[in-house]
């Protein structure tokens, strides 16, 4: 598949996540039209130099490759249905929401539906690339990104990955990044539970928390939770990491949703799970994730 060093971009969602990786693109002198449907966001686009338009269909007329940065599925299928009829021949999207594998599946059978109805090999390509590393990591350029779909549009996409992120890893076909990222979030909810309940057993037996996750992390118990959020957001009692207790509430929910399509078990995730949607009530969606380490009735 051969692209053009000239192609156009476009960006659909522009709030912490979305926003930072505009900002990388735009910082690289590259052209970018934007749409987010509140205003104050669109105006910070447009200070750092973007297009900003009022439909997600003007994003599509005007771009050959076009980032999405949404809160889930359902949003993610609507802003498709408004741009499907308006998108480039062989348009390529790039989902970098939190999304489910089937909406990511179906889009891409679309491409193919509509391309062969007009008689071209795909109307569209669509994409998924879900990202780890949250905001910071979105404006610093450093994301994972976890990636599914055509191997031709990923290659495609490999300049504009390149700036975005640090690491991608391409795991399957259509679906698959979604849910590679839904089994990510699932372990990370897992961790921060069980990290901070292993902080509190080392408290009890008089053992201080950075003492004991340097033991941890030096040792099979490590995790990417002992190891980065701990020391960034929960020992400083910081808690800004710029990902919250809703966000995570939602991923946790897709993870068990995912589960029972596939007719898996989840036996002890489905009891971690508990504590997030129902056993954690006393923290407000609003609160930065980490806080589920502090929830109230820790005993329960």
Request: charged share 15%.
């Amino acid at each position: 598949m051969q692209r053009s060093a000239q192609m156009q971009l476009g960006m659909i969602g522009c709030g912490n996540m979305g926003g930072g990786m505009a900002a990388q693109l735009l910082d690289k002198g590259l052209a970018l039209t934007c749409y987010d449907p509140d205003p104050a966001t669109l105006d910070r686009m447009r200070d750092l130099g973007a297009v900003c338009v009022s439909t997600p269909a003007q994003v599509a007329q005007a771009s050959d490759i076009i980032v999405l940065s949404l809160p889930k599925a359902a949003v993610v299928a609507a802003v498709m249905a408004d741009m499907i009829p308006d998108l480039r021949a062989g348009a390529i999207i790039l989902d970098t929401s939190t999304s489910e594998p089937a909406t990511s599946q179906t889009l891409s059978a679309q491409g193919g539906t509509q391309g062969a109805t007009e008689g071209a090999d795909r109307a569209f390509f669509f994409v998924d690339g879900p990202v780890s590393g949250g905001p910071a990591a979105a404006h610093a350029g450093t994301m994972t990104m976890l990636l599914g779909g055509d191997a031709g549009a990923i290659a495609a996409l490999r300049p504009v990955l390149d700036i975005l992120t640090a690491k991608t890893v391409v795991v399957g076909g259509s679906g698959a990044g979604h849910a590679a990222k839904i089994a990510n979030n699932m372990l990370c909810a897992a961790n921060l539970v069980l990290v901070g309940e292993a902080v509190r057993l080392g408290q009890a037996v008089g053992v201080r928390p950075s003492d004991l996750l340097d033991g941890i992390n030096a040792g099979s118990g490590r995790s990417g939770v002992s190891e980065v959020n701990f020391p960034k957001w929960v020992l400083n009692e910081a808690f800004d990491s710029g990902f919250t207790m809703g966000l995570m509430r939602k991923d946790v929910g897709l993870a068990l949703a995912l589960a029972k399509e596939a007719g898996v078990d989840l036996d002890g995730f489905s009891q971690i799970a508990q504590i997030w949607l129902n056993g954690s009530a006393d923290i407000p969606d609003s609160a930065d994730f980490n806080a589920i380490v502090a929830r109230s009735g820790q005993g329960d």
